[in-house]
């Protein structure tokens, strides 16, 4: 038999529908043994079945004023979509209220719960979601502390977590942390290279030009090793650097807008010895854009939900669920 020929690669979906049917009766074993195989090589792994399926998530701004993130995330499980990321906004500066695109901020950017606290809410609410951000302020987070959660959530949850990152774009709200907009893209970068180190080393160190700490012990580690997939967001023109910089995925928003540069990402990671995926944020509830989506590459395409009522939430999950059935020739 050729190694990675038709029929070894018929074997293997073999055995991973054997596995998804037992993991669906042994779902805590299960979490626990993925979270060990490295992110790098499941999703090499799943990489290979794209042509037939696409991964699906759903994305969130958790409210205090909509259904709950565990109520969310168990309704997101029940339906068979791989992971739930939270956006986050620490807070909206009373003179800041417009969004980039010139509109007036939804309320759900100013009424939002604490990040971590809805992803510790998901994870103890589901057993097999993957639970994630959408994305994390890294640049204006503290990174000892943020590694702290993210490891938490990670080994509270069987290593289910998955840190999206940004810079944001609320020079306001950045300027409220102590965080200089100008230099935000270089600090995004020492932070997630400060976590990993935490996260890597017994007792770590690092120097750099705005993040420095010398010989730190923090525990818990997090249970997927190195660490969590870093799923690095935006879609300016340096993006495809910081991915190749610090990110194991690309995780664009408008992602339709961004098909042409997933061949430049794959052709780039591939020269440096890489495979990196491609999951796609606005994933809208349409079968002929979702197919455009995968026969681009992409291997998660992710559809945000309203923060609303239990009811308006359950009518937009069948919306993109049928469409998602379209696709996959199962409507």
């Known amino acids: 038999m050729e190694p990675y020929g038709a029929e070894w ?95 007036p901020l939804a309320r759900k950017y100013l009424h939002t719960y604490d990040l971590f606290v809805a992803l510790t809410a998901a994870a103890q609410a589901t057993s097999r979601l993957r639970v994630g951000s959408g994305i994390c302020l890294v640049a204006q987070r503290d990174p000892i502390i943020t590694a702290k959660q993210v490891a938490s959530v990670d080994h509270l949850s069987g290593g289910r977590m998955e840190l999206g990152v940004g810079a944001g774009w609320n020079r306001e709200e950045m300027a409220n942390h102590g965080l200089d907009a100008r230099v935000r893209m270089a600090v995004l970068r020492e932070k997630v290279e400060a976590m990993k180190e935490i996260w890597s080393a017994e007792e770590a160190s690092y120097q750099g030009e705005y993040v420095s700490f010398e010989r730190i012990l923090s525990w818990p580690k997090p249970v997927q090793r190195p660490h969590p997939p870093i799923l690095v967001g ?67 395409a992710i559809h945000w939900v309203p923060s609303a009522d239990r009811g308006q939430i359950e009518r937009e999950l069948d919306r993109f669920g049928a469409a998602v059935a379209e696709l996959n020739g199962e409507a």
Request: aromatic share 6%.
């Open 234 to 300: 935006g879609n300016g023109p340096t993006v495809l650097d910081r991915v190749l910089a610090f990110g194991d995925v690309w995780f664009p928003n408008n992602a339709i807008d961004e098909l042409p540069r997933i061949a430049e990402l794959r052709a780039r990671a591939e020269a440096a010895g890489r495979r990196i995926p491609v999951y796609a944020m606005d994933a809208p509830a349409d079968a002929a854009a979702l197919e455009r989506l995968r026969a681009a590459g992409v291997e998660r």
């Open 9 to 103: 690669w018929e074997r293997i979906v073999l055995a991973h529908a054997w596995a998804e049917a037992y993991c669906l009766r042994n779902r805590s074993a299960c979490a626990e043994s993925a979270a060990k195989v490295p992110f790098r090589h499941q999703a090499a792994a799943r990489a290979r079945s794209i042509e037939v399926r696409m991964e699906t998530a759903i994305s969130y701004f958790a409210s205090h004023e909509a259904t709950g993130p565990g109520v969310l995330a168990a309704l997101v499980e029940e339906r068979g979509h791989v992971a739930l990321h939270f956006a986050e906004h620490t807070h909206i500066p009373a003179g800041s209220t417009v969004a980039p695109d010139g509109r």
